[in-house]
Nanobody
């Protein structure tokens, strides 16, 4: 499995960004796809994910502001980020977790910087 993320950048607080991730290899509709982020000096944390049944899960800090979606026919997952805050700054990683093995695969990360 290989993942390629894009769409990061610099934005002012209150602005929006859309991240996209394209996967290749053995990705199935049963796998969970999502996004994690890592701020400087902090651990990587879940931002949002979409399971095989279409169930979306969000970190409390982004609920109501971020929305994730996936297209199983294209092996893509997107993250729409609205009303961005400086604390959303970090490197965002696309992730796939295999349904049967639990193995995780990571994209290369894309930097999101929100200025105040």
């Amino acid at each position: 499995v290989q993942l390629q993320a894009s769409g990061g950048g610099l934005v002012q607080a209150g602005g929006s960004l859309r991240l996209s991730c394209v996967g290749s290899g053995s990705i199935f509709s049963t796998d969970t796809m999502g996004w994690y982020r890592q701020a400087s000096g902090k651990q990587r944390e879940l931002v949002a994910s979409v399971s095989s049944g279409g169930y979306s899960r969000y970190a409390d800090s982004v609920k109501g502001r971020f929305a994730t979606s996936r297209d199983n026919t294209k092996n893509t997952v997107a993250l729409q980020m609205n009303n961005l805050k400086p604390e959303d700054t970090g490197v965002y990683y696309c992730n796939v977790q295999k349904y049967y093995t639990g193995n995780r695969y990571w994209g290369q990360g894309t930097q999101v910087t929100v200025s105040s």
